[in-house]
């Protein structure tokens, strides 16, 4: 196995989940918000709004359908999976993990959606962003990690592992 990608709606702890994991497996670990921030010079939230939700979209889309990696963990921005085209390139370097958090403890852990470097447009609410990626998510997930709401960081790593896909 190559790479293991990890896809999930913002606050399901795939950049936490995903040192872990890569420590676990000894992969390299990538943080795809990161890079987004640094070709942009600026941090997410500052790059939505500067530059616009058009903009950011069309850098990620860049990013994720550029990367080249081996064996090392891959945690994707949560509106990553609003590119085919990224998701497409990112898919062949290894297999997808969709870290599947209930609404309820996404909402209880993101507090700080309009400061967080969230994309979703104007009027719409994290229930909306949840409900117009869920499919998405299941679409590009070739394994889906249910975290149920008592599962620790630790837990979620060794569900992934336990797959048999990683």
């Known amino acids: 196995m190559s790479c293991v990608i990890l896809i999930g709606m913002p606050g399901s702890g795939k950049s936490t989940v995903g040192v872990l994991l890569a420590k676990a497996l000894g992969y390299l670990f990538t943080d795809v918000d990161l890079l987004i921030s640094h070709r942009a010079g600026k941090p997410l939230q500052k790059i939505l709004d500067e530059d616009g939700l058009e903009a950011f979209l069309a850098l990620e889309e860049s990013v994720g359908s550029?990367?080249?990696?081996?064996?090392?963990?891959?945690?994707?921005?949560?509106?990553?999976v609003l590119s085919e085209k990224a998701m497409t390139h990112l898919k062949k370097l290894g297999t997808t993990v969709f870290i599947d958090v209930?609404?309820?403890?996404i909402e209880r852990r993101?507090?700080?959606?309009k400061t967080r470097g969230i994309v979703f447009h104007p009027n719409e609410t994290l229930a909306d962003v949840y409900r117009d990626r869920l499919p998405l998510?299941?679409?590009?997930?070739?394994?889906?990690?249910?975290?149920?709401?008592?599962?620790?960081?630790?837990?979620?790593?060794?569900?992934?592992?336990k797959s048999g896909f990683v």
């Open 110 to 113: 993101v507090t700080n959606i």
């Open 66 to 80: 550029t990367l080249t990696a081996a064996h090392t963990v891959i945690a994707t921005g949560g509106s990553m």
């Open 102 to 105: 209930p609404f309820a403890e």
């Open 137 to 161: 998510y299941e679409r590009y997930a070739d394994v889906t990690v249910r975290v149920a709401p008592n599962d620790t960081i630790e837990d979620t790593v060794d569900s992934i592992i």
